[in-house]
């Protein structure tokens, strides 16, 4: 965005933050917003946006339906992707759609959960929606224990390794390989070192495709590429203990950094990744 277009964005906001409830009424009421009336569809531009924000957050409507409606529009308009293009350029004068979430989600006397039949169904919308923007912190916010569970137990990510472990941990010439390796240590750290490096620039390829906003990235990049490696050496740790027996016949040494999973973990996880790709409709970075 250009110096002149931010600078008559923020002079529309200002003029905006100065208006008060009784510019919003009747027939002569600003931007065709009737405080009486929340709008039937996803704002159209950045005027309207601003203001049913003003209405829904910031002003004081004596009627509590009308403002729970308003802060009911405000929240849809917030999850809905017909107004990404909006959000990404309130963005720039410090307006942010997830925080709008979490302060409406977190604040229970707000209006709003005195009109809606389920504050729970939102409650779960937005908390899938922060998800998959990889704002994890902010839907453990609204509910710890459905945050936690849900960023961790993504079933698409965990699909993808299990796909990749049948193709891998299965296979005894395998074992045998990878059990080779473990016995050079030089060899062994420089291919989990390979297939981790492999792994971590596919996935920065991934976000630089599918993340236009470089305020996102990082968090997508950071996001994807923990978690896929968080459940690749649990899935690991746990396969491999269980598997052993039927691959070989002497036991393995005690599962310190200097054990085989290491390496199956990083292989698997650089497999998966494409096994996501070409066999799922969405990709690695969306795995919610």
Same mark, same amino acid.
């Given at each position: 965005m250009t110096e002149k277009e931010l %600078?008559?964005?923020?002079?529309?906001?200002?003029?905006? =933050? !100065?208006? !008060?409830i009784t510019d919003f009424n009747g027939s002569t009421s600003a931007y065709s917003i009737n405080r009486d009336e929340p709008l039937s569809k996803p704002p159209e531009n950045v005027e309207q946006a601003l203001s049913a924000r003003r209405l829904a957050l910031e002003l004081s409507i004596t009627n509590l339906y009308h403002k729970a409606e308003w802060q009911r529009y405000w929240l849809r308009s917030c999850l809905t992707p017909k107004c990404d293009f909006i959000f !990404?350029?309130?963005k720039h004068c410090g307006i942010d759609r997830e925080e709008d979430i979490k302060n409406l989600c977190t604040n229970s006397n707000e209006?709003? @959960?005195?009109?809606?039949? %389920?504050?729970?169904?939102?409650?779960d919308a937005c908390i899938k929606f922060l998800l998959k923007r990889y704002a994890i912190c902010k839907a453990i916010k609204l509910s710890w224990w459905k945050g936690l569970i849900l960023s961790l137990f993504s079933l698409r990510l965990?699909?993808?390794l299990l796909v990749g472990f049948y193709f891998v941990i299965l296979q005894s010439k395998v074992w045998e390989i990878v059990l080779a390796? %473990?016995?050079?240590?030089?060899q062994y750290w420089l291919g989990c070192i390979i297939f981790l490096s492999l792994s971590y620039f596919y996935l920065l390829i991934e976000c630089h495709s599918e993340v236009e906003?470089? @305020? =996102?990235f990082k968090r997508v990049f950071l996001g994807a590429f923990l978690i896929n490696?968080? @459940?690749s050496y649990i899935l690991a740790l746990v396969l491999v203990n269980l598997l052993r027996g039927f691959f070989i016949q002497k036991q393995l040494p005690n599962f310190t950094w200097h054990t085989p999973f290491l390496?199956?973990? %990083?292989?698997?996880?650089?497999?998966s990744i494409f096994v996501q790709h070409f066999w799922q409709e969405k990709t690695v970075v969306e795995p919610f």
């Open positions: %600078s008559k964005l923020k002079e529309i906001k200002n003029k905006i =933050k !100065n208006l !008060n !990404n350029v309130l209006p709003l @959960w005195d009109y809606v039949p %389920s504050k729970e169904l939102y409650l965990i699909f993808g390796i %473990s016995n050079c240590k030089l906003q470089q @305020w =996102k490696l968080f @459940w390496l199956f973990a %990083s292989f698997v996880m650089f497999l």
